[in-house]
């Protein structure tokens, strides 16, 4: 069986890993978490970093650090992980769900504005399958009205808008190292933080609401409990695990590229194969190779036959807005293109140690069940 994803072991990281157990420091702020942010604020030219436990601990830090609670309105896409939504709403915030583009699952920025009033504290963008949302103009629309900015980056490490990275436009932006993601940690995240003014906060939240980072670098001579915080910072453990991914990022994105490019290539001339969409502006970071179906029915009856020719294959998220947890505080509504990807996305396996033959062979087994 040819799965759809399998966990990578591309260089140190066994090494790294024994390095911290023999240490005299395994737990957070070691010395391979600090590596991990010291690279990825460098090559990134991310403001600051902060190393966390997953993609949804960073939200949750977000929600915290621009102090949303009860009354406040967050806009985000519909076609999303629940975790994008979770870290705003368990604050108190009511979430405003918008559609998805025609031609691709990320927000239409375009219907952005119409949903914006006086309560509307920030907009959340996901980059889906680390493709970029149209920033420049969602980053018009929020200097307009002096909205706050976070990127939902959990998909898109290494990829860009206009040659700078995605995760540096937000005021504040997460990224995962889940097993799933193009560089791992088994569960891992980071916290961008690009806005100054939310960079001392970020240190306290991150230290269970003390002052923590600042008596380690000696600017206090105790810390105390300043705001409301948590442990969301990850062992040096799986910061060795993550670093030996970091310094190979290179290395693992042309090798996914290789195999994003080579399923489209194999695909590119059959008329009723429908591909993804990449705008002008976007680089790919080859995380995810979907195709779209014309129907629920047809995905169902697609994924049927590759399982039975040993091959695994997925459809992706349920929109939110039609979630029972939102329907049972809300009115339902209708946001027609999310509802399309959600019934005819399938996500075709792409992972680190996938052979070209074996995407030849998915391919072909494609293309057979289209005729």
């Not at 559609?99 to 996901?126: F, G, H, R, W, Y």
């Not at 969409?277 to 080859?286: D, K, L, R, S």
Request: glycine share 4%; hydrophobic share 35%; proline share 2%.
């Amino acid at each position: 069986m040819i799965p759809f994803n399998k966990p990578t072991i591309i260089g140190s990281e066994l090494e790294y890993i024994s390095n911290v157990i023999n240490s005299d420091k395994t737990c957070s702020d070691g010395f391979y978490t600090k590596k991990c942010e010291s690279f990825l604020e460098h090559k990134y030219k991310f403001t600051k970093t902060i190393l966390t436990t997953s993609c949804t601990s960073a939200l949750e830090m977000s929600a915290l650090l621009i102090g949303i609670e009860k009354g406040d309105e967050v806009i985000i896409p519909s076609f999303t992980y629940v975790s994008t939504a979770n870290a705003f709403a368990r604050e108190g915030a009511k979430i405003i769900f918008a559609d998805s583009k025609n031609n691709s699952p990320n927000i239409d920025e375009d219907k952005i504005e119409q949903l914006i009033t006086n309560k509307t504290k920030a907009i959340v963008i996901v980059h889906y399958a680390g493709i970029a949302c149209n920033m420049n103009k969602i980053m018009s629309i929020a200097n307009k009205h002096n909205i706050y900015i976070i990127e939902d980056a959990a998909q898109a490490i290494n990829s860009y808008y206009k040659n700078k990275a995605l995760g540096s436009f937000g005021h504040l932006s997460a990224f995962s190292f889940h097993e799933t993601k193009n560089i791992q940690s088994g569960e891992g995240g980071l916290l961008i933080v690009n806005d100054k003014n939310l960079i001392e906060k970020a240190d306290i939240i991150s230290n269970n609401g003390t002052n923590k980072a600042a008596f380690i670098r000696g600017e206090v001579n105790k810390y105390e409990w300043l705001n409301i915080g948590s442990s969301y910072k990850p062992s040096d453990i799986n910061a060795a695990y993550l670093f030996a991914q970091i310094e190979n990022i290179d290395k693992i994105h042309q090798k996914r590229i290789d195999l994003w490019n080579r399923y489209y290539k194999n695909f590119k001339e059959i008329s009723n194969i429908k591909l993804p969409f990449i705008n002008e502006y976007a680089t790919n970071n080859g995380h995810i190779f979907y195709i779209i179906c014309e129907s629920e029915e047809q995905r169902k009856n697609l994924i049927k036959h590759l399982k039975e020719k040993d091959i695994t294959a997925t459809f992706h998220y349920q929109c939110l807005h039609k979630s029972p947890y939102y329907l049972s505080q809300n009115k339902a509504q209708q946001l027609v293109n999310a509802e399309n990807f959600e019934k005819t996305i399938v996500r075709l396996p792409l992972f680190y140690d996938l052979s070209i033959e074996q995407v030849d062979y998915i391919s072909n087994e494609v293309i057979k069940f289209f005729g």
